[in-house]
């Protein structure tokens, strides 16, 4: 019989009882028993759903407290010197140390003090995981590095879910990809070179696993998808080799998901592990050379329900994939899954009683995808006239979605039509705007501003919730909103930030914000999905042709404009971040959507710049996790994201200055195309990588201006001044400081207060400081 299996589920829980629970410990309010016990319930619901749903193969592991990394990087003891890891058992507050970084004793609500841990260590850096929102924390390697066994967390959950009745397949991060992914500290050696200290480690781990019981383990090798290093293929040989070797009774299935395996094919089948999964859904023309070469007597599992997205399958099209496999290696060699784990799913439709049936009647979370799994597995196992009533509902569904009249707009489509040259370039280049607006702005040299949010406080979020309730009304909600940024924006002129911005009170998310003012989006009441840690993002549904109704941001930024003289920075996010931050229509291609919203950005900037907003910052914080895994597909993807960046911005005048920021990201490889996006200043984070991302700007000569993170606003930890001149004088090495911006790395919407004031204070501080020896230098010379 055909198996049903899943690759993960989601951490956070329906009503994101994780993340509050996490919030709570990091605050000192919950005791480490208590957070452990809702970990503990949120594991034992998750379980039983799948397994309810009809799943065999329920994965065991796939929880985490922060990131399956970060896990990874526990269990191996792949612990950085400055957390104080003695080489015992990573302890909890050892571990968020890692992914916080820690300044102060951490002293549980129970009240006992953490005092291994050291009082000042940053955090570890953290980027994005693959083409997705979600953020893993990067291994730091060296040379000579030692690895041990330091946490017994797999253990620990395969055995809680048997103690329940339940056997699972426990889930780990792959030796090849944990090293791929990571970064050797020096010159000099690639990460690989660590294989055989790491090996060992896992060998122990499969070893106790089967002692414990366990007959599947699932080894997530990601990296498969990737165009691999020399001596990648080497290192998957061996690795496997001695994985299979290590515990025969167990076995192994190999999965890889967000992309095909084309050249490392070869490699992946050639394996001696029991099984391979493959995505069907992102790349289902890779099954027929899948077949052709898979082994006899290996499993094959097929995703062909999508993890990643919210729309119901065309089941017709994932029971002729998984027929076609059956009838190349037979029923006893298939299983079917989600394309990759669920985590990155919102956790239950069911949850969803403000949606419109029709709307709703279009999508599928993580447990009706599971559901789905369950219906695909029936229908080839046992006939189709099994679920003959599941396979129409679903047909029916998918036809009613096509023939909707409310994803068409003629208009919008013509719109887009009409787009010519003249509308995806500034007036002058940058050389001559700059000299225009510094003539209009008047900024000082290293010019300090933030990214755009302030802290998003309890009283903030309270009156948020209060007005959408009908507890207080449009008045009073205003009223609020306007003295939180009157507030905000004293607080700036008194500190001395030479750009401000008005906070953002108003707005909820930096994409829901807009989507909620956009035709063609709708949004959903519980459909979070895990960004990193205890950050929870709820992406609207692009599910028509996007258009704007009216100006969305110029009142509130007209409004902080006339409380300062300063100049007000207005705060748009940028059509491909609104686009990657969405869960995105799957009839029509990304571009044609990301286009439709480049223009409705457009006519907001040009709306800002008639304010007399002068300084407009448009986010493309998402450009660098749009760009296709392969290099051979990045040509296409960039053309059309850039391409979009300058419909927005290219309606603005010479005079106007338009900024963009980018997240975590690795810059090198798209910096040309990053500059084809001739944004006046760009602000990228690079505090956590010590302005080693800065590098890729200066090797490629970046001619605009830069704003380089020197403050980590995902940590709780508040840098010093001298940090973050230490950071300015790293930038000014390689830099002009004509070139300088200074400013946060990212939004402060999810610091409080008490952090961001020492912190801008202290960066303030810092530029003060570096002007005046750039004065006096200038003056000696």
């Known amino acids: 019989m055909v198996i049903a299996a899943n690759l993960g589920f989601p951490r956070i829980g329906v009503h994101r009882e994780l993340k509050k629970a996490l919030e709570g410990y990091w605050k000192g309010e919950v005791t480490e028993h208590a957070l452990k016990d809702v970990a503990k319930e949120l594991r034992k619901t998750h379980w039983t759903l799948q397994h309810r749903a009809g799943i065999k193969h329920v994965p065991s592991n796939d929880f985490s ?38 300044q102060n004793k951490h002293v549980h609500a129970d009240g006992e003090a953490c005092n291994h841990v050291h009082q000042d260590a940053a955090a570890m850096e953290m980027t994005k995981w693959f083409d997705t929102n979600y953020h893993y924390i990067v291994p730091e390697l060296h040379a000579g590095q030692k690895f041990t066994l330091a946490s017994d967390k797999i253990f620990d959950e395969f055995k809680e879910a048997k103690l329940q009745g339940l056997h699972t397949r426990p889930v780990v991060l792959g030796p090849v990809s944990f090293l ?52 990648a293929a080497e290192a998957y040989k061996t690795a496997y080799e001695k994985l299979a070797a290590a515990a025969p009774a167990l076995h192994i299935m190999l999965a890889t998901y967000f992309g095909d395996l084309r050249e490392n094919l070869e490699t992946a089948v050639s394996l001696p592990v029991a099984g391979l999964h493959i995505d069907l859904v992102r790349a289902p023309e890779q099954l027929d050379a899948v077949l052709a070469k898979f082994p006899a007597k290996k499993s094959l599992s097929l995703g062909v329900i999508n993890g990643r997205n919210i729309w119901r399958a065309d089941l017709d099209v994932a029971v002729k994939l998984v027929e076609k496999a059956v009838a190349k290696i037979g029923t006893e060699w298939v299983q079917i899954a989600p394309s990759c784990s669920l985590q990155h799913s919102p956790v239950d439709l069911d949850a969803e009683d403000k949606l419109d049936s029709e709307l709703k009647g279009w999508l599928a979370f993580a447990k009706q995808k599971l559901a789905e799994v369950a219906i695909i597995t029936k229908a080839v196992s046992e006939g189709q006239s099994v679920v003959k009533s599941e396979l129409e509902d679903a047909r029916k569904s998918v036809e009613a979605r096509k023939a909707s009249p409310r994803i068409h707009s003629p208009a919008v489509k013509e719109r887009v039509k009409k787009i010519d040259a003249s509308m995806k370039s500034r007036k002058s280049p940058f050389k001559d705007r700059i000299k225009k607006q510094e003539a209009a702005l008047k900024l000082p040299l290293l010019p300090t501003t933030t990214i755009g949010s302030f802290p998003q406080t309890a009283e903030v979020r309270k009156a948020r919730a209060d007005f959408k309730a009908g507890r207080i009304d449009v008045a009073a909600y205003d009223k609020f909103l306007k003295t939180e940024t009157a507030n905000c924006i004293k607080y700036q002129e008194e500190i001395g930030l030479d750009v401000p911005v008005h906070g953002e009170f108003e707005r909820n ?34 599910f028509g042709d996007v258009s704007r109704a009216k100006p969305m941001t110029v009142a509130w930024s007209t409004y902080a404009q006339s409380l300062t003289k300063l100049p007000m920075k207005g705060m748009l996010t940028g059509p491909v971040t609104i686009l990657q931050w969405s869960f995105v229509r799957d009839d029509q291609p990304r571009s044609e959507t990301c286009r439709q919203i480049a223009l409705a950005i457009r006519d907001e900037v040009a709306d800002l710049e008639k304010a007399n907003i002068n300084i407009i910052q448009i986010d493309e914080a998402a450009i660098r996790e749009g760009l296709p895994l392969r290099r051979a597909d990045w040509k296409a993807y960039l053309d059309w994201a850039v391409e979009s960046f300058r419909i927005t911005a290219s309606v603005a005048k010479d005079e106007t200055q ?50 380089p993170g020197v403050y980590d606003i995902h940590s709780p930890r508040v840098p010093a001044q001298a940090e973050m001149e230490a950071l300015l004088r790293k930038a000014l090495k390689v830099l002009s400081s004509e070139q300088i911006w200074v400013n946060p790395d990212c939004g402060l919407k999810t610091r409080g207060w008490k952090e961001v004031k020492p912190a801008l204070e202290a960066m303030v501080a810092a530029a003060k400081k570096l002007r005046g020896e750039l004065k006096e230098k200038k003056m000696a010379s």
């Open 65 to 102: 407290f922060y990131d399956q990394v970060l896990d990874t990087i526990a269990l191996v003891g792949a612990v950085p010197e400055r957390y104080g890891f003695k080489g015992d058992k990573v302890d909890l507050a050892t571990y968020f140390a890692m992914a916080r970084g820690v």
């Open 509 to 542: 998310d930096m994409v829901e914000y807009f989507g909620e003012q956009l035709e063609g989006f709708v949004f959903t009441k519980n459909g979070w999905v895990q960004s990193y840690g205890a950050r929870c993002v709820k992406p609207p549904v692009i």
């Open 180 to 231: 791929l992914l990571g970064k050797m500290k020096g010159e000099g050696a690639s990460t690989l070179s660590l294989l055989p200290e790491l090996l060992p480690v896992y060998e122990r781990v499969l070893k106790q696993l089967a002692a414990l019981g366990a007959d599947w383990i699932q080894i997530d090798e990601p990296c498969l998808v990737l165009d691999l290093p020399k001596g």
């Open 658 to 707: 338009i900024h963009t920021h980018m997240c975590y990201s690795e810059f090198n490889d798209m910096i040309a195309s990053i500059a084809d996006m001739d944004a006046d200043v760009i602000s990228i984070e690079t505090s956590r990588s010590q302005m080693e991302l800065l590098d890729a700007f200066v090797n490629f000569k970046y001619p605009n201006q830069i704003g």
